[in-house]
């Protein structure tokens, strides 16, 4: 079992930037791939961006150029952060941590879907002014 708690969520004005923060617990070691999706009131689930072991990474469309997402040595801990944020980035964005090895691209579709690993409680993020 993955244990997965987000944090550094709130409301910024457009054009600003916020950092998330995840921080993993467990079996950490079985989960070859993480990354954040987000979810809009009234939407689908969008996968934003992932990572992998080794360092290669992914992100959606809608976020490439702005967002850039990291984990620390130990691997423990996940980050995502947000430059110039704009409406339409209003989520909440969720970590999650798959248990089966693929690649970033894959993974982006993946993390959307609980049964191929772990999510956690997820953060709200609010772009308005």
């Known amino acids: 079992q993955v244990q997965l708690a987000e944090s550094g969520g709130g409301s910024v004005l457009p054009g600003e930037s916020l950092t998330l923060s995840c921080a993993a617990s467990g079996d950490t070691n079985t989960t070859p791939v993480m990354g954040w999706f987000r979810q809009a009131a009234g939407k689908e689930r969008e996968g934003v961006a992932t990572i992998v072991s080794g360092g290669t990474t992914s992100y959606s469309d809608s976020v490439k150029d702005r967002f850039t997402i990291s984990q620390d040595s130990s691997m423990n801990t996940l980050y995502l952060q947000m430059n110039n944020l704009r409406p339409e980035d209003t989520a909440m964005y969720y970590c999650?941590?798959?248990?089966?090895?693929?690649?970033?691209?894959?993974?982006?579709?993946?993390?959307?879907?609980?049964?191929?690993?772990?999510w956690g409680r997820g953060t709200q993020v609010t772009v308005s002014t």
């Open positions: 999650a941590a798959v248990k089966y090895p693929m690649t970033p691209v894959q993974a982006l579709r993946a993390i959307t879907s609980q049964s191929f690993g772990y």
